[in-house]
Protein backbone atom coordinates (compact mmCIF):
# COMPACT_ATOMS: atom_id res chain seq x y z
CA UNK A 1 0.00 0.00 0.00
CA UNK A 2 1.36 3.53 -0.91
CA UNK A 3 2.13 6.22 1.93
CA UNK A 4 -0.83 8.47 2.45
CA UNK A 5 -2.13 11.27 4.24
CA UNK A 6 -1.45 13.11 7.86
CA UNK A 7 -2.18 12.01 11.60
CA UNK A 8 -1.28 14.22 14.06
CA UNK A 9 -0.80 13.01 17.69
CA UNK A 10 -1.83 15.23 20.22
CA UNK A 11 0.65 15.05 23.67
CA UNK A 12 4.23 13.66 23.68
CA UNK A 13 3.84 11.89 27.02
CA UNK A 14 4.39 8.07 26.93
CA UNK A 15 1.04 7.25 25.35
CA UNK A 16 1.26 9.74 22.72
CA UNK A 17 5.04 9.19 21.86
CA UNK A 18 4.46 5.28 21.67
CA UNK A 19 1.35 6.08 19.10
CA UNK A 20 3.10 8.12 17.48
CA UNK A 21 5.77 5.59 17.28
CA UNK A 22 4.13 2.79 16.09
CA UNK A 23 2.07 4.72 13.31
CA UNK A 24 5.34 5.38 11.84
CA UNK A 25 6.41 1.97 11.99
CA UNK A 26 3.30 0.97 10.11
CA UNK A 27 4.73 2.75 7.22
CA UNK A 28 1.22 3.38 5.83
CA UNK A 29 1.16 7.19 6.38
CA UNK A 30 3.05 10.35 4.76
CA UNK A 31 3.67 12.05 7.62
CA UNK A 32 2.70 11.68 11.41
CA UNK A 33 2.98 15.08 13.56
CA UNK A 34 3.83 14.67 17.11
CA UNK A 35 2.56 17.79 18.97
CA UNK A 36 2.91 19.16 22.93
CA UNK A 37 3.31 22.12 25.12
CA UNK A 38 6.15 21.46 26.32
CA UNK A 39 8.76 23.28 24.63
CA UNK A 40 10.90 20.96 22.32
CA UNK A 41 9.94 17.87 23.74
CA UNK A 42 8.16 16.55 20.33
CA UNK A 43 10.52 17.98 18.22
CA UNK A 44 13.15 16.05 20.29
CA UNK A 45 10.92 12.68 20.01
CA UNK A 46 10.70 12.78 16.22
CA UNK A 47 14.20 13.37 15.63
CA UNK A 48 14.81 9.86 17.73
CA UNK A 49 12.31 8.64 15.95
CA UNK A 50 13.12 9.29 12.39
CA UNK A 51 16.74 8.24 12.83
CA UNK A 52 14.95 4.66 13.58
CA UNK A 53 13.81 4.80 10.04
CA UNK A 54 17.22 3.30 8.36
CA UNK A 55 16.95 0.39 11.12
CA UNK A 56 13.24 -0.54 10.96
CA UNK A 57 13.57 0.17 7.70
CA UNK A 58 10.14 2.80 7.14
CA UNK A 59 9.89 6.13 5.69
CA UNK A 60 7.11 7.93 7.43
CA UNK A 61 8.15 11.20 8.36
CA UNK A 62 7.80 12.25 12.01
CA UNK A 63 7.42 15.89 12.00
CA UNK A 64 7.24 17.25 15.83
CA UNK A 65 6.07 20.77 17.01
CA UNK A 66 5.66 22.57 19.87
CA UNK A 67 2.29 23.77 21.01
CA UNK A 68 1.47 26.70 23.24
CA UNK A 69 -1.94 27.82 25.00
CA UNK A 70 -2.74 30.40 21.91
CA UNK A 71 -3.15 27.93 19.74
CA UNK A 72 0.72 28.28 18.28
CA UNK A 73 2.17 25.61 16.23
CA UNK A 74 -1.25 24.42 15.45
CA UNK A 75 -1.06 24.92 11.96
CA UNK A 76 1.22 21.52 12.20
CA UNK A 77 -1.73 19.88 11.77
CA UNK A 78 -3.48 21.42 9.08
CA UNK A 79 -5.21 19.28 7.12
CA UNK A 80 -4.68 16.03 8.56
CA UNK A 81 -7.21 13.16 8.50
CA UNK A 82 -6.97 11.75 11.63
CA UNK A 83 -6.01 12.63 15.17
CA UNK A 84 -5.44 11.16 17.84
CA UNK A 85 -5.89 12.85 21.35
CA UNK A 86 -3.41 12.35 24.28
CA UNK A 87 -2.75 14.96 25.96
CA UNK A 88 -3.64 15.14 30.02
CA UNK A 89 -2.53 14.32 33.04
CA UNK A 90 -2.35 10.11 33.64
CA UNK A 91 -3.44 8.40 37.00
CA UNK A 92 -1.44 8.29 39.77
CA UNK A 93 -1.84 4.90 42.16
CA UNK A 94 -5.24 5.32 44.23
CA UNK A 95 -6.63 7.84 41.58
CA UNK A 96 -9.52 6.88 39.96
CA UNK A 97 -9.94 7.96 36.29
CA UNK A 98 -12.55 10.37 37.01
CA UNK A 99 -10.35 12.29 39.52
CA UNK A 100 -8.95 13.63 36.26
CA UNK A 101 -11.44 15.23 34.72
CA UNK A 102 -11.42 19.15 35.61
CA UNK A 103 -7.78 18.83 34.67
CA UNK A 104 -8.30 16.95 31.90
CA UNK A 105 -11.54 18.41 30.47
CA UNK A 106 -9.61 21.84 30.66
CA UNK A 107 -6.69 20.31 28.02
CA UNK A 108 -8.97 18.33 26.33
CA UNK A 109 -11.30 21.51 25.01
CA UNK A 110 -8.46 23.90 24.51
CA UNK A 111 -6.54 20.69 22.02
CA UNK A 112 -10.18 20.07 20.39
CA UNK A 113 -11.20 23.70 19.71
CA UNK A 114 -7.56 23.89 17.82
CA UNK A 115 -8.21 20.59 16.31
CA UNK A 116 -11.60 22.05 14.75
CA UNK A 117 -9.66 24.74 13.46
CA UNK A 118 -6.60 23.41 11.85
CA UNK A 119 -8.05 20.02 10.86
CA UNK A 120 -11.69 20.56 10.42
CA UNK A 121 -12.07 17.12 8.31
CA UNK A 122 -10.81 14.90 10.33
CA UNK A 123 -11.57 12.13 12.31
CA UNK A 124 -10.81 11.87 15.87
CA UNK A 125 -9.68 9.64 18.10
CA UNK A 126 -9.39 10.22 22.29
CA UNK A 127 -7.54 8.79 24.27
CA UNK A 128 -7.36 10.90 27.41
CA UNK A 129 -9.13 10.11 30.84
CA UNK A 130 -11.47 9.74 31.82
CA UNK A 131 -11.91 8.57 28.53
CA UNK A 132 -16.02 8.01 27.81
CA UNK A 133 -16.13 11.97 29.50
CA UNK A 134 -13.48 13.27 27.17
CA UNK A 135 -14.53 12.17 24.23
CA UNK A 136 -17.90 13.25 24.52
CA UNK A 137 -16.15 16.66 25.44
CA UNK A 138 -14.14 16.53 22.48
CA UNK A 139 -16.78 16.00 20.23
CA UNK A 140 -19.07 18.86 21.88
CA UNK A 141 -15.42 21.54 21.60
CA UNK A 142 -14.70 20.62 18.16
CA UNK A 143 -18.98 20.45 17.16
CA UNK A 144 -17.80 17.30 14.48
CA UNK A 145 -20.70 14.76 13.70
CA UNK A 146 -20.75 12.21 15.73
CA UNK A 147 -19.26 9.21 14.22
CA UNK A 148 -15.82 10.99 13.51
CA UNK A 149 -15.24 11.91 17.13
CA UNK A 150 -14.34 8.09 19.19
CA UNK A 151 -12.67 6.67 22.26
CA UNK A 152 -10.38 4.25 22.66
CA UNK A 153 -10.61 1.71 25.86
CA UNK A 154 -12.43 -1.20 24.66
CA UNK A 155 -9.34 -2.61 22.31
CA UNK A 156 -7.23 -1.99 25.47
CA UNK A 157 -10.00 -3.56 28.01
CA UNK A 158 -10.77 -6.26 25.75
CA UNK A 159 -7.20 -7.22 25.26
CA UNK A 160 -6.12 -7.55 29.02
CA UNK A 161 -9.20 -9.63 29.08
CA UNK A 162 -7.60 -11.86 26.37
CA UNK A 163 -4.45 -11.47 27.46
CA UNK A 164 -5.42 -12.94 30.95
CA UNK A 165 -7.80 -15.29 30.14
CA UNK A 166 -4.49 -17.04 27.88
CA UNK A 167 -2.91 -17.52 30.84
CA UNK A 168 -5.13 -18.87 32.88
CA UNK A 169 -5.86 -21.63 30.10
CA UNK A 170 -2.03 -21.67 29.43
CA UNK A 171 -3.13 -21.10 25.71
CA UNK A 172 -1.67 -18.67 22.93
CA UNK A 173 -3.19 -15.51 23.12
CA UNK A 174 -4.14 -16.12 19.23
CA UNK A 175 -6.77 -18.85 20.78
CA UNK A 176 -8.87 -16.62 22.50
CA UNK A 177 -11.77 -14.31 21.99
CA UNK A 178 -12.69 -11.74 24.35
CA UNK A 179 -14.94 -8.93 24.80
CA UNK A 180 -15.71 -5.32 27.02
CA UNK A 181 -17.99 -3.38 26.57
CA UNK A 182 -19.51 -0.35 28.52
CA UNK A 183 -17.39 2.61 30.21
CA UNK A 184 -13.66 2.61 30.75
CA UNK A 185 -13.90 2.11 34.72
CA UNK A 186 -15.87 0.74 37.44
CA UNK A 187 -19.01 -0.25 34.89
CA UNK A 188 -16.77 -1.84 32.35
CA UNK A 189 -19.24 -4.79 30.81
CA UNK A 190 -16.64 -7.92 30.59
CA UNK A 191 -18.61 -9.91 28.19
CA UNK A 192 -18.18 -14.10 28.49
CA UNK A 193 -20.90 -15.19 26.78
CA UNK A 194 -19.12 -13.76 23.33
CA UNK A 195 -15.93 -15.17 24.61
CA UNK A 196 -14.11 -18.36 23.42
CA UNK A 197 -10.87 -20.44 23.65
CA UNK A 198 -10.18 -22.68 20.28
CA UNK A 199 -14.14 -21.45 19.33
CA UNK A 200 -15.30 -23.37 22.52
CA UNK A 201 -17.25 -21.13 25.11
CA UNK A 202 -15.14 -19.90 27.91
CA UNK A 203 -17.69 -21.74 30.47
CA UNK A 204 -16.47 -25.08 29.58
CA UNK A 205 -12.77 -24.12 29.40
CA UNK A 206 -12.76 -22.07 32.65
CA UNK A 207 -14.95 -22.41 35.89
CA UNK A 208 -17.07 -19.57 36.72
CA UNK A 209 -15.21 -18.62 40.21
CA UNK A 210 -12.11 -18.19 37.83
CA UNK A 211 -13.80 -16.25 35.04
CA UNK A 212 -15.12 -13.83 37.77
CA UNK A 213 -11.89 -13.66 38.74
CA UNK A 214 -10.69 -12.76 35.33
CA UNK A 215 -13.52 -10.18 35.09
CA UNK A 216 -12.11 -8.42 37.87
CA UNK A 217 -8.35 -8.33 37.19
CA UNK A 218 -9.71 -7.01 33.64
CA UNK A 219 -11.84 -4.44 35.20
CA UNK A 220 -8.87 -3.25 37.45
CA UNK A 221 -6.28 -3.84 34.53
CA UNK A 222 -5.59 -0.07 34.35
CA UNK A 223 -5.00 -0.20 38.01
CA UNK A 224 -3.13 -3.11 38.39
CA UNK A 225 0.18 -1.62 36.09
CA UNK A 226 -0.28 2.31 37.98
CA UNK A 227 0.18 0.64 40.92
CA UNK A 228 3.34 -1.05 39.86
CA UNK A 229 4.88 1.49 37.75
CA UNK A 230 4.08 4.00 40.59
CA UNK A 231 4.18 6.90 38.41
CA UNK A 232 2.24 7.40 35.63
CA UNK A 233 -0.20 4.46 33.49
CA UNK A 234 -0.17 1.65 31.12
CA UNK A 235 1.46 3.14 27.22
CA UNK A 236 2.29 -0.22 25.18
CA UNK A 237 -1.07 -1.72 24.80
CA UNK A 238 -2.68 1.53 24.95
CA UNK A 239 -0.83 2.97 22.17
CA UNK A 240 -1.33 -0.34 19.95
CA UNK A 241 -4.98 -0.26 20.82
CA UNK A 242 -5.10 3.28 19.15
CA UNK A 243 -2.37 2.80 16.66
CA UNK A 244 -5.01 0.27 15.23
CA UNK A 245 -8.01 1.95 15.28
CA UNK A 246 -6.19 4.70 13.46
CA UNK A 247 -5.06 2.34 11.10
CA UNK A 248 -8.36 0.87 10.51
CA UNK A 249 -9.84 4.73 9.55
CA UNK A 250 -7.02 5.22 7.63
CA UNK A 251 -7.50 2.20 5.79
CA UNK A 252 -11.34 2.68 5.47
CA UNK A 253 -11.32 -1.17 6.40
CA UNK A 254 -14.44 -1.97 7.99
CA UNK A 255 -12.81 -3.62 10.41
CA UNK A 256 -15.08 -4.14 13.65
CA UNK A 257 -13.67 -3.12 17.05
CA UNK A 258 -14.71 -2.38 20.55
CA UNK A 259 -14.44 1.50 21.00
CA UNK A 260 -16.45 4.31 22.44
CA UNK A 261 -18.84 5.33 19.74
CA UNK A 262 -21.76 6.93 19.94
CA UNK A 263 -25.19 5.49 20.60
CA UNK A 264 -28.21 6.03 19.48
CA UNK A 265 -30.54 3.28 19.60
CA UNK A 266 -28.93 0.56 19.95
CA UNK A 267 -29.30 -1.94 22.99
CA UNK A 268 -32.63 0.11 23.51
CA UNK A 269 -29.69 3.28 25.03
CA UNK A 270 -29.61 6.73 23.24
CA UNK A 271 -27.57 9.43 23.56
CA UNK A 272 -24.26 8.57 25.36
CA UNK A 273 -20.73 7.73 23.98
CA UNK A 274 -20.70 3.77 25.48
CA UNK A 275 -18.20 1.15 25.29
CA UNK A 276 -19.78 -1.12 22.14
CA UNK A 277 -18.17 -2.87 18.98
CA UNK A 278 -18.29 -0.65 16.06
CA UNK A 279 -17.43 -1.01 12.21
CA UNK A 280 -14.61 1.89 11.88
CA UNK A 281 -14.17 3.25 7.99
CA UNK A 282 -12.44 6.36 6.68
CA UNK A 283 -15.40 8.66 7.78
CA UNK A 284 -14.95 7.14 11.22
CA UNK A 285 -17.77 5.23 13.29
CA UNK A 286 -19.54 3.37 9.72
CA UNK A 287 -22.38 1.81 12.36
CA UNK A 288 -22.32 0.44 15.86
CA UNK A 289 -22.87 -3.41 16.06
CA UNK A 290 -24.93 -4.78 18.17
CA UNK A 291 -23.71 -8.82 19.93
CA UNK A 292 -26.23 -10.60 21.00
CA UNK A 293 -26.25 -10.37 24.97
CA UNK A 294 -27.67 -12.51 27.85
CA UNK A 295 -30.14 -10.25 30.22
CA UNK A 296 -27.38 -9.94 32.72
CA UNK A 297 -24.68 -8.39 30.29
CA UNK A 298 -27.65 -5.88 28.82
CA UNK A 299 -28.28 -4.89 32.06
CA UNK A 300 -25.03 -4.30 33.40
CA UNK A 301 -24.72 -2.04 29.69
CA UNK A 302 -27.76 -0.12 30.42
CA UNK A 303 -25.90 0.52 33.90
CA UNK A 304 -22.88 1.59 32.26
CA UNK A 305 -24.83 4.05 30.20
CA UNK A 306 -26.37 5.45 32.86
CA UNK A 307 -23.04 6.13 35.04
CA UNK A 308 -21.65 7.91 32.48
CA UNK A 309 -24.36 9.67 31.01
CA UNK A 310 -24.63 12.53 33.68
CA UNK A 311 -21.05 13.11 33.74
CA UNK A 312 -21.04 13.78 29.64
CA UNK A 313 -23.05 16.44 30.21
CA UNK A 314 -21.81 18.06 33.14
CA UNK A 315 -18.68 17.56 31.27
CA UNK A 316 -20.00 20.32 29.07
CA UNK A 317 -19.47 23.11 31.91
CA UNK A 318 -16.03 21.88 32.73
N1 LIG B 1 -8.02 5.35 27.09
C1 LIG B 1 -7.14 4.54 27.63
O1 LIG B 1 -7.30 3.33 27.57
C2 LIG B 1 -5.94 5.09 28.32
C3 LIG B 1 -4.88 4.24 28.70
C4 LIG B 1 -3.76 4.80 29.27
C5 LIG B 1 -3.67 6.17 29.50
N2 LIG B 1 -4.73 6.95 29.14
C6 LIG B 1 -4.71 8.41 29.34
O2 LIG B 1 -3.93 9.03 28.32
C7 LIG B 1 -3.45 10.30 28.81
C8 LIG B 1 -1.96 10.43 28.52
O3 LIG B 1 -1.23 9.47 29.26
P1 LIG B 1 0.36 9.46 29.23
O4 LIG B 1 0.79 8.23 29.91
O5 LIG B 1 0.86 9.76 27.87
O6 LIG B 1 0.67 10.75 30.16
P2 LIG B 1 1.99 11.65 30.13
O7 LIG B 1 1.99 12.48 31.36
O8 LIG B 1 3.20 10.80 29.85
O9 LIG B 1 1.78 12.59 28.85
C9 LIG B 1 0.79 13.55 28.76
C10 LIG B 1 1.35 14.64 27.85
O10 LIG B 1 0.30 15.58 27.55
C11 LIG B 1 0.95 16.83 27.40
N3 LIG B 1 0.00 17.94 27.46
C12 LIG B 1 -0.61 18.48 28.56
N4 LIG B 1 -1.41 19.50 28.17
C13 LIG B 1 -1.33 19.58 26.82
C14 LIG B 1 -1.94 20.41 25.84
N5 LIG B 1 -2.81 21.38 26.19
N6 LIG B 1 -1.63 20.20 24.54
C15 LIG B 1 -0.75 19.24 24.17
N7 LIG B 1 -0.15 18.40 25.07
C16 LIG B 1 -0.43 18.59 26.36
C17 LIG B 1 1.95 16.85 28.55
O11 LIG B 1 2.94 17.84 28.37
C18 LIG B 1 2.52 15.42 28.47
O12 LIG B 1 3.65 15.34 27.64
C19 LIG B 1 -3.82 10.35 30.30
O13 LIG B 1 -5.01 11.10 30.48
C20 LIG B 1 -4.07 8.89 30.63
O14 LIG B 1 -4.95 8.74 31.74
C21 LIG B 1 -5.84 6.44 28.55
Not at 100 to 126: C, D, G, W, Y
Not at 189 to 201: E, I, L, N, R, Y
Not at 292 to 300: C, G, M, V
Request: aromatic residues 4%; hydrophobic residues 45%; proline residues 4%.
Amino acid sequence: MARSGTIAVIGAGFYGSTTAQRLAEYDVFETVVLTDVVEGKPEGLALDMNQSRPIEGFETRVVGQTTGQDGSGYEAIDGADIVVITAGLPRKPGMSRMDLIETNAKIVRQVSENVAKHAPESVVIVVSNPLDEMTALAQLATRFPRNRVLGQAGMLDTARFTDNVAEAAGVPVGSVRTLTLGSHGDTMVPVPSACTVDGKPLADVLDQARIDELVDRTRNGGAEVVALLKTGSAYYAPSAAAARMARAVHEDSGAVMPVCAWVDGEYGISGVYLGVAAELGAGGVRRVVEIDLTDTEQAALAEAAEAVRAKQVAVQNL
